[in-house]
């Protein structure tokens, strides 16, 4: 017989929206689909450090050691199925719901059993489609270290768990943040919009359209090249189009990315963009280093200004 054992770890819990529905409509092709959904959830979750504690019908259940490294898996997991389903058609869209808790669990062999885990699954059935919903417990541990934004949804009423769990939608792409379920909040309490650090960035495009967004520019850039050297009067005029594009391409690049702040890594950019138009229209002087000199600073206070 197995040891059994109690630990505190973070579990992740999700499971499909509409899947009865799915599997009505065409059963081996929603099988086949969840199939690929659940290996690249697997993938992005072990390399968050996460593990894949067992799947059941739509369902999957895994623990991380890190709060944090779970919430940025969920995060990953969302952005990567939008752009996997922004390819299909509306009704036929694979969204999975996702909720993050963070407590005391029994472990037996590979299982994780107790309440931390009936709150996770809670969690998961009031998240929207394609959403995340996260325990105060886990808040506690990532409101100041992932940049996302957070709603306060309220105690949330959960079947067989005495005390409702007050619980926040982790506020990624156009996902709305409504629960699916009715929040016990406080009357004298409305919801509460809460600002992590960094700043919440405006909603980052799914990486499936970055991808074709980058893809439609290099080719309209190749196009511009082609015709500057048929038409060749001594000027490579088309570096200042293809500029533009690096600087759109980079700006997107930051608006998606979730390792450096935002706002610095945009200041960066700028920066490198004057550099750039600096040395293309050069007359033997660097008058590129006032405007970086102005965007130094700027991106100097913004670091000092985290808390």
């Known amino acids: ?21 799915l599997m009505g409509e065409d059963e081996e092709g929603t099988l086949a689909m969840l199939k690929h959904y659940r290996d690249a959830m697997s993938r992005l979750i072990t390399s968050h450090g996460g593990r894949v504690v067992n799947t059941w019908g739509d369902g999957l259940l ?10 940025r898996a969920a995060i990953d997991v969302q952005n990567e199925l939008a752009g996997k389903n922004a390819a299909r058609p509306t009704d036929g869209r694979m969204l999975f719901r996702i909720g993050i808790n963070l407590g005391d669990v029994i472990v037996e062999g590979d299982d994780i059993y107790g309440d931390g885990v009936n709150i996770a699954a809670r969690l998961q059935a009031s998240a929207p489609a394609g959403g995340i919903v996260i325990s105060n417990t886990v808040y506690d541990q990532v ?11 309220g105690p949330l009423e959960m079947k067989n768990v005495a005390d409702a769990v007050p619980s926040y939608a982790v506020r990624i792409g156009d996902i709305g943040t409504e629960p699916q379920r009715p929040a016990a909040a406080a009357p004298d309490r409305p919801v509460e919009m809460v600002t992590p650090r960094p700043a919440p960035a405006p909603p980052a495009p799914p990486r499936g359209r970055l991808r074709k967004i980058g893809g439609i520019l290099a080719v309209i850039g190749a196009v511009l090249i082609v015709i500057n050297i048929a038409t060749w009067e001594g000027e490579f005029w088309a570096v200042w189009p293809l500029l533009a594009f690096a600087f759109v391409a980079a700006m997107r690049w930051v608006r998606s990315q979730n390792q450096f702040d935002q706002r610095i890594a945009a200041l960066a950019v ?4 004057i550099v750039a138009i600096n040395m293309l229209t050069w007359h033997g002087v660097f008058w590129a280093i006032w405007p970086l000199l102005g965007l130094s600073v700027a991106a100097g206070v913004r670091w000092a200004m985290r808390d």
Do not use: C
């Open 1 to 21: 017989m197995s040891e059994t054992q109690r630990k505190l770890t973070t579990i992740f819990a999700a499971d499909v929206q509409d899947y009865t529905r």
């Open 62 to 71: 895994a623990d991380f050691p890190s709060v944090v490294e779970a919430v």
């Open 143 to 153: 409101r100041n270290k992932v940049a996302v934004g957070f709603d306060f949804l």
């Open 270 to 273: 700028i920066g490198v963009g």
